[in-house]
C-alpha cells in the first residue's frame, strides 16, 4: 500500500504565496508521473500540474508563470510552488501518484491523497 500525504495548504491573500508538498511511503519501486489537481466548490476536478519522472512538467493555463511543480526523488516528495495566487485558485488541492511496484513490472497503481485546502481571500 501507498500513502501520499499533503501539507502547506492554508489562507492567503490575493498576490501571496504557498507551497505544497506531498510526501509518499509504503511499498513501492518507483514513483512514475506525480500531479496536482485541486477542487473547488460546486466544480469537478482538475488538473494543474504534472510532472514525470524525468522531470518533464506541464501545466493548466490557469496557473502557468504563476505555479511551479517540482519533485525530490530522494524524499519521495512532490511540490507547488504557488505564486500570485488569485481568488479562483480557492480549492482543495490533491496530490496523485503513479506508482510502479516492482522493477522490471508493467505492474502500476494508482494513489490519492487526502487533500489539503487552499483559500485566497481578503
Known amino acids: 500500500q501507498v500513502q501520499l500525504v499533503e501539507s502547506g495548504g492554508g489562507l492567503v491573500q490575493p498576490g501571496g504565496s504557498l507551497r505544497l508538498s506531498c510526501a509518499a511511503s509504503?511499498?513501492?519501486?518507483?514513483?512514475?508521473?506525480m500531479d496536482w489537481h485541486r477542487q473547488a466548490p460546486g466544480k469537478q476536478r482538475e488538473l494543474v500540474a504534472t510532472?514525470?519522472?524525468?522531470?518533464?512538467?506541464d501545466y493548466a493555463d490557469s496557473v502557468k508563470g504563476r505555479f511551479t511543480i517540482s519533485r525530490d526523488s530522494a524524499k519521495n516528495t512532490v511540490y507547488l510552488q504557488m505564486n500570485s495566487l488569485k481568488v479562483e485558485d480557492t480549492a482543495v488541492y490533491y496530490c496523485?501518484?503513479?506508482?510502479?511496484?516492482?522493477?522490471?513490472?508493467?505492474?502500476?497503481?494508482?494513489?490519492w491523497g487526502q487533500g489539503t485546502q487552499v483559500t485566497v481571500s481578503s
Open positions: 509504503g511499498r513501492f519501486f518507483k514513483l512514475n508521473a
Open positions: 496523485y501518484a503513479d506508482v510502479q511496484y516492482l522493477p522490471n513490472s508493467g505492474v502500476t497503481g494508482s494513489y
Open positions: 510532472i514525470s519522472s524525468g522531470g518533464s512538467t
